[in-house]
Nanobody, 116 residues
Framework: QVQLVESGGDTVHPGGSLRLSCAAS????????ITWYRQPPEKEREWVAS???????NYTDSVKGRFTISRDVAKNAVNLQMNSLQPEDTAVYYC??????????WGPGTQVTVSS
């Protein structure tokens, strides 16, 4: 059963912005860590950003200053605000949640395409 669902993926021009959302089927507060990953076409999956009650927020170098991960309490979700998008950001974006006493939860992914 899918416990996390991503949304917000779209096609945008270089320099554009998108806000992705990772929504939980239960309470998002059951997760002590929500991490965004992405997999570009024909490339391996890579870590993008994390929101952790233990370590706080962190980002891979290529998105620092452009992406912001945050909790959205009202929507029971964790968002990834992506600004100044470039073609190299094109990928399927996934969220992963960690919960005490449970297996990792993964969403099915959402497509982000940045092109002219």
């Amino acid at each position: 059963q899918v416990q996390l669902v991503e949304s917000g993926g779209d096609t945008v021009h270089p320099g554009g912005s998108l806000r992705l959302s990772c929504a939980a089927s239960g309470s998002i507060f059951n997760f002590y860590d929500i991490t965004w990953y992405r997999q570009p076409p024909e490339k391996e999956r890579e870590w993008v950003a994390s929101y952790s009650t233990i370590l706080g927020t962190n980002y891979t170098d290529s998105v620092k200053g452009r992406f912001t991960i945050s909790r959205d309490v009202a929507k029971n979700a964790v968002n990834l605000q992506m600004n100044s998008l470039q073609p190299e950001d094109t990928a399927v974006y996934y969220c992963r949640g960690l919960r005490a006493g449970a297996r990792d939860a993964w969403g099915p992914g959402t497509q982000v395409t940045v092109s002219s």
